[in-house]
């Protein structure tokens, strides 16, 4: 970008700090010391998402935050951890270097994050996901919970613990379904 001033188009970044998902530099033109201020934001890729009917649509974090929030209806997640759990899910469909996700694929990281969150909310979500028919398919939903092998079970909160910090679910997807 060039300077503001000068339109010279050097500049050295004095800073760099988070903003939400962007980046927020402190810079210096190179040529008259003018110290301005950029916002810069990742270009994304996302992949295209083949529903169950096999036709594809676009990825649309409108509806990923839509099923968030019907999942996590009446229960003490607050929105702003709702906003956040879709960003990582849109994150990490955009590092993705397939060009498609199916909707399964893309239910199941919402999926992971969700047993980080709240466990109503999880099994709402995972009785859509994987086409709950009965009791067995249900408890085996439940499994991450009711068997403590050392190790493997999940640190999700019980049914009526308090809400969840968000620093809490930051954990990346690949250790939250391992
Ligand atoms: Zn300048």
């Known amino acids: 970008m060039?300077?503001?001033?000068?339109?010279?188009?050097d500049s050295k970044v004095l800073e760099t700090?988070?903003?939400g998902d962007a980046l927020k530099r402190r810079r210096q033109c190179l040529q008259c010391q003018h110290r301005f201020t950029t916002h810069e934001r990742?270009?994304?890729k996302l992949p295209?998402?083949?529903?169950?009917?096999?036709y594809r649509e676009p990825f649309d974090r409108d509806k990923i935050v839509e099923g968030l929030r019907l999942a996590c209806r009446k229960r003490p997640v607050?929105?702003?951890v709702i906003e956040e759990v879709a960003s990582r899910v849109e994150l990490r469909v955009s590092l993705s270097v397939a060009s498609e996700i199916t909707s399964g694929e893309l239910g199941e990281l919402i999926l992971a994050e969700l047993q980080e969150i709240d466990i109503v909310a999880y099994v709402r979500f995972a009785s859509v996901l994987r086409q709950v028919a009965g009791p067995a398919d249900l408890l085996a939903l439940l499994s991450p919970w009711l068997s403590p092998a050392a190790g493997a079970a999940p640190e999700g909160p019980a049914p009526e613990g308090p809400a969840i910090d968000g620093n809490d679910v930051a954990a990346p997807l690949s250790d939250a379904q391992a």
């Open 2 to 9: 060039n300077c503001p001033a000068c339109q010279h188009p």
């Open 17 to 19: 700090r988070a903003a």
């Open 42 to 44: 990742v270009e994304r």
């Open 48 to 54: 295209l998402v083949i529903k169950r009917g096999g």
């Open 78 to 80: 607050e929105a702003r």
